[in-house]
């Protein structure tokens, strides 16, 4: 038996399993692509046209309009791959931390230093 | 014959890479991290090792999903460090031992351990940072690296118990090899972080220093977690305990502790330092 097979959630976190690499397979690919710095100034100079190119559902390309991190996820993104698309955009993990959880920059970084105490 | 005399456990967090790159270790953020590094620098210069086999994982650089090996190892005679997309800087090519990595590669699968032998590697943050680390200013010319990859990105990933015995086998073909050389392990990554989802922001500090006080001398007392288990106890990412499991499982000697730092946050992680010899 596979741990994959206990479905019980675990709050706020979405298992990358198959199910989800096989959904977001053309978003991650699309993030992968952006490795090469040609590829950034392609999505950069049309995003939309970019997202095209990879087949991105209607879904995704939304999310990736509204630098929507959690609706990426939730439609595949794997966040290894994500990181390279939101890095593009400047934001670095405790970014994508706060817009993830609902706080500001600031009350993240400061949930962090709290779990030292 | 080719002796492992300890191993390493170093986080791998891109943010570090950037601090160096920025110079700024000496800041009031970075200070208590990178403090927890001289002494690993010191026992390096007397130690001596001739080569480093380091456990790490591929963060999107090397493998897509097109094809996820679970475990890979380099047989390259240099491994290239590639743009990883979002800005952290390359370092200079890393000199590989293709006799050493061919000899592991048979006596792995000959043990059973089926790996993917990757005669082209490129090689992300989780190998370079360690690297910037261990040997700051890229003063690793003398040094030859032997990467081996494990899979923490998609699931289903490998079990810690499996992790610790690919560790055990690869300390056991090191073992016997016939060349003198002196081999030090490094196990990168965690320890408990959560990156995505709701969640991101999770660092269980308990469960880290428990992991580290097992690490020492009772190892199997981690073999008993799951993946779902590390990623519920120690978030998405803990997982990265697996790299720890695998550099301690090649130390079949004596193991003593011979530092260890423990600093929050780093980034988004509970930042563990150790250093371990095995007489």
Redesign the interface.
């Given at each position: 038996m596979?741990?994959?097979d206990?479905k019980t959630p675990?709050?706020?976190?979405?298992?990358?399993?198959?199910t989800m690499?096989r959904k977001g397979?053309g978003l991650?690919?699309m993030?992968?692509s952006?490795?090469?710095?040609a590829a950034?100034d392609e999505f950069a100079s049309d995003e939309m046209a970019y997202c095209e190119k990879y087949g991105l559902t209607s879904g995704q390309k939304t999310a990736i309009k509204d630098r929507d991190?959690?609706g990426l996820?939730e439609q595949g993104g794997?966040?290894?791959?994500?990181?390279?698309f939101?890095?593009?955009l400047g934001l670095?993990?405790?970014d994508?931390?706060a817009l993830?959880?609902?706080l500001s920059l600031e009350e993240?970084?400061e949930?962090?230093?709290r779990?030292?105490d | 014959m080719a002796k492992i005399i300890g191993g390493i456990g170093s986080s791998h967090i891109?943010?570090i890479g950037m601090a160096i790159a920025r110079k700024i270790q000496k800041t009031p953020y970075w200070k208590s991290f990178f403090d927890g590094f001289p002494p690993i620098h010191e026992w390096l210069a007397s130690e001596q090792p001739d080569i480093a086999i380091v456990f790490y994982n591929d963060?999107?650089?090397e493998f897509?999903?097109?094809k996820k090996p679970t475990f890979a190892i380099g047989a390259a005679a240099e491994y290239i460090s590639?743009?990883?997309?979002?800005?952290i800087d390359t370092i200079p090519p890393v000199i590989g031992d293709e006799d050493l990595s061919w000899h592991i590669c048979n006596e792995l699968v000959e043990d059973e351990f089926d790996i993917t032998i990757c005669q082209e590697l490129g090689i992300d943050h989780g190998l370079t940072v360690p690297m910037q680390l261990m040997w700051p200013g890229n003063t690793y010319g003398h040094m030859k690296v032997i990467p081996v990859v494990i899979n923490c990105?998609?699931?289903?990933m490998p079990s810690p118990k499996r992790c610790f015995d690919l560790g055990r086998s690869i300390g056991k073909a090191v073992e016997s090899y016939q060349k003198d050389l002196k081999v030090v392990v490094l196990g990168t990554g965690g320890l408990s972080h959560?990156?995505?989802?709701?969640?991101?922001?999770?660092?269980?500090?308990e469960f880290d220093l428990m992991c580290m006080d097992k690490l020492v001398n009772q190892p199997q007392a981690l073999l008993e977690y799951?993946?779902?288990d590390l990623?519920?106890i120690a978030g998405?990412q803990g997982v990265e305990l697996n790299m720890w499991l695998a550099m301690r499982g090649t130390l079949t000697g004596q193991v003593t502790e011979l530092h260890r730092n423990y600093?929050?946050?780093i980034?988004?992680t509970?930042a563990g330092t150790m250093l371990l010899s095995n007489v």
């Open positions: 596979s741990y994959l206990d675990i709050p706020g976190t979405i298992m990358f399993d198959g690499s397979y991650n690919k993030c992968y952006l490795n090469d710095q950034r991190i959690i996820l794997s966040i290894y791959f994500l990181a390279k939101a890095g593009g670095n993990m405790q994508i931390g993830q959880t609902g993240f970084k949930k962090l230093v779990a030292g | 891109p943010a963060h999107g650089l897509f999903l097109d590639y743009d990883e997309g979002w800005g990105e998609q699931h289903p959560q990156l995505d989802g709701q969640r991101a922001g999770l660092i269980n500090k799951s993946i779902r990623t519920e998405a600093h929050i946050p980034s988004n509970g």
